[in-house]
C-alpha cells in the first residue's frame, strides 16, 4: 500500500498527489512514467512523474479526471493508500544521459498543452538544478486551467503562458507563440513538446518547417504500460514501436500522429481491436501474444 502524503485541486478536474513511494522515488529521472491503482478491482493507470523527492520518498503525480478509475482518484486525500504504485517505467529523458557542458550550449524549448504541464515541470526543473535555462510555453484553454504556473516559474528561464480565450497571457495556440518568438529572432536547437495528441502534431509540423530537433511524449495512448497490451504502438519513421517500453518520448519528426490517434480509438471497442490484430498480425502485441487483450 503506497500512502498519499498531499492531495490537492490544481484545476477543474485536475489534482495532484504526492504519494509515499522511496524506491520509485530513489531510481526515477524525468521522463519516466508509473504505474497507479487505486485497489484490487481497479484499472491500471499510467502516469508521467511530475515530481520527486528522494529523501522524503515521495512521487508527484498529476490525475485528470476522464474515466470511472481517475474520477475516482480525484476523490482521495491525504491518508487513503493506492493499492499498487509500479515505476519507474519508461527510459529517462535523453538529456539526462548527455554531456552537461554540452548541454549549456543548446538552447532549449518546452511546449505543454494542459497536464502536459505535469510531465514539462520535473525536466527544467532538472536543467535548472544543472545551470541550465529552457524557455516554456504553457498552453490551456482558460487561464484557470493553467497548472503548476508558479512552480515552472521558478525554474524556466522565459515562462509564457497562453490561452484559447485570450483572457490571460498570449491570446492563441501554443503554435502561434512558438512563430512569435522565432519571429523575435530566438533560436532554438531543440523543442520538447508534451500534451494532447493534436497539439504535439501541430507543433511538430511547425517545428519542421522552423528547422528545430523537436521530442514529444506518446504517454496520452499507453494503456497497460508494460509493452504487452499493445495498445500504445505506433510508427516512428520506418520503425514499430511501443510508447511504454520504447518510449514514452520519440522523434516528433518521424512519429505518425494520424495513424497513432486513429489507431487509439479503434482500440477502444472489442470489434476495433479485433480490426487491429488482423492487420498487425505478429507485430499487434509486441511481440509477447500472451495478454490476450483481444479476447
Known amino acids: 500500500m503506497y500512502q498519499i502524503m498531499k492531495a490537492e485541486k490544481l484545476a477543474d478536474k485536475i489534482f495532484l498527489m504526492d504519494v509515499h513511494a522511496p524506491r520509485v522515488a530513489q531510481h526515477c529521472e524525468p521522463g519516466q512514467f508509473v504505474i497507479v491503482k487505486i485497489d484490487e478491482k481497479g484499472e491500471r493507470i499510467p502516469l508521467t512523474i511530475c515530481d520527486y523527492d528522494r529523501e522524503a520518498g515521495t512521487i508527484t503525480i498529476v490525475v485528470q479526471e476522464v474515466g470511472a478509475s481517475t474520477t475516482k482518484m480525484g476523490s482521495l486525500k491525504a491518508g487513503d493508500y493506492f493499492r499498487d504504485f509500479t515505476g519507474p517505467l519508461g527510459c529517462p529523458s535523453e538529456f539526462v544521459h548527455e554531456d552537461i557542458e554540452t548541454l549549456k550550449n543548446k538552447k532549449m524549448l518546452f511546449v505543454a498543452g494542459g497536464v502536459g504541464a505535469a510531465p514539462v515541470y520535473p525536466q527544467v526543473k532538472w536543467l535548472k538544478e544543472r545551470g541550465i535555462d529552457a524557455d516554456v510555453i504553457v498552453g490551456a484553454k482558460t487561464k484557470d486551467m493553467l497548472i503548476l504556473e508558479d512552480e515552472?516559474?521558478?525554474?524556466?528561464?522565459?515562462?509564457?503562458?497562453?490561452?484559447?480565450?485570450?483572457?490571460?497571457?498570449?491570446?492563441?495556440?501554443?503554435?502561434?507563440?512558438?512563430?512569435?518568438?522565432?519571429?523575435?529572432?530566438?533560436?532554438?536547437?531543440?523543442?520538447?513538446?508534451?500534451?494532447?495528441?493534436?497539439?504535439?502534431?501541430?507543433?511538430?509540423?511547425?517545428?519542421?518547417?522552423?528547422?528545430?530537433?523537436?521530442?514529444?511524449?506518446?504517454?496520452?495512448?499507453?494503456?497497460?504500460?508494460?509493452?504487452?497490451?499493445?495498445?500504445?504502438?505506433?510508427q516512428v519513421g520506418d520503425e514499430i514501436k511501443f510508447a511504454c517500453v520504447d518510449g514514452p518520448e520519440f522523434d516528433g519528426h518521424l512519429v505518425d500522429f494520424d495513424q497513432a490517434m486513429k489507431r487509439s480509438q479503434m482500440y477502444k471497442t472489442q470489434e476495433g481491436r479485433a480490426l487491429l490484430k488482423l492487420q498487425e498480425g505478429d507485430t499487434h502485441h509486441g511481440g509477447c501474444g500472451h495478454c490476450g487483450g483481444d479476447e
Open 152 to 234: 515552472m516559474k521558478a525554474v524556466a528561464g522565459n515562462y509564457y503562458p497562453c490561452t484559447d480565450d485570450g483572457t490571460y497571457g498570449h491570446a492563441g495556440m501554443v503554435t502561434t507563440m512558438v512563430e512569435e518568438l522565432v519571429g523575435e529572432g530566438k533560436k532554438y536547437d531543440v523543442c520538447v513538446a508534451i500534451g494532447p495528441m493534436i497539439m504535439m502534431k501541430f507543433v511538430c509540423l511547425l517545428t519542421k518547417k522552423l528547422e528545430i530537433p523537436t521530442i514529444v511524449s506518446m504517454n496520452p495512448i499507453m494503456v497497460d504500460g508494460t509493452g504487452m497490451c499493445g495498445a500504445c504502438r505506433l
